[in-house]
């Protein structure tokens, strides 16, 4: 059984390897921009170019990474409203989460277990983090995701400006400015 360490290891090396156009969201990048904390999956954006249908790639790309891979799951990911695909992983428990996106990919370079990687912009990532907390009912269940934002607002340089302008616009403007009050002290 292998660890998540692992599990991470694998995934950059195959995707940096065969060129993906790749970023990491969610927990790890919340991870590296804030306050560490624990999941049982990664969270990774993939750029399809959608005139090319890239699917050999990166099934392939996944498979030599070590996941279990199901086609038709890429072509139904791609053709819902929300492109993401699951894959679990053949050498432990975590699997890979996929957001498959036609748009270019706003990312950062960053580090992780020595390997030189992409993040989510800190930026991107609480705005997305907002919307969740938002849609998330009872507002108690979105606390992983608020304490992600606090942490980033902690630890990384953001641009404030550019986020209160994207959270007027959908509409999580308060919870912007409640987080960025408990953040100052």
């Known amino acids: 059984m292998d660890t998540f360490e692992g599990f991470i290891r694998r995934v950059i090396k195959s995707f940096n390897s065969a060129g993906i156009d790749y970023m990491f969201t969610g927990a790890l990048a919340a991870s590296y921009y804030g306050t560490p904390r624990t999941t049982m999956d990664a969270n990774v954006m993939i750029r399809i170019l959608s005139a090319d249908k890239p699917w050999r790639k990166l ?3 996944l498979k030599e990474a070590g996941l279990q891979v199901e086609e038709h799951k890429i072509d139904a990911a791609f053709e ?14 975590f699997t890979l989460d996929t957001i498959l ?5 706003e990312k950062r370079p960053g580090t992780i277990l020595g390997l030189s990687t992409f993040y989510q912009t800190p930026e991107e990532l609480i705005l997305a983090k907002l919307r969740m907390i938002r849609a998330t009912v009872p507002r108690q269940r979105a606390s992983k995701d608020e304490e992600d934002v606090k942490g980033i607002l902690r630890f990384t340089k953001v641009n404030v400006n550019v986020l209160r302008k994207e959270a007027s616009r959908n509409n999580t403007l308060s919870v912007l400015t409640d987080m960025l009050k408990e953040t100052k002290g």
């Open 101 to 105: 996106s036609t748009e270019k990919l």
């Open 59 to 61: 099934v392939s790309t």
């Open 80 to 93: 819902s409203d929300f492109r993401i695909a699951t894959f679990r992983d053949n050498r432990s428990p």
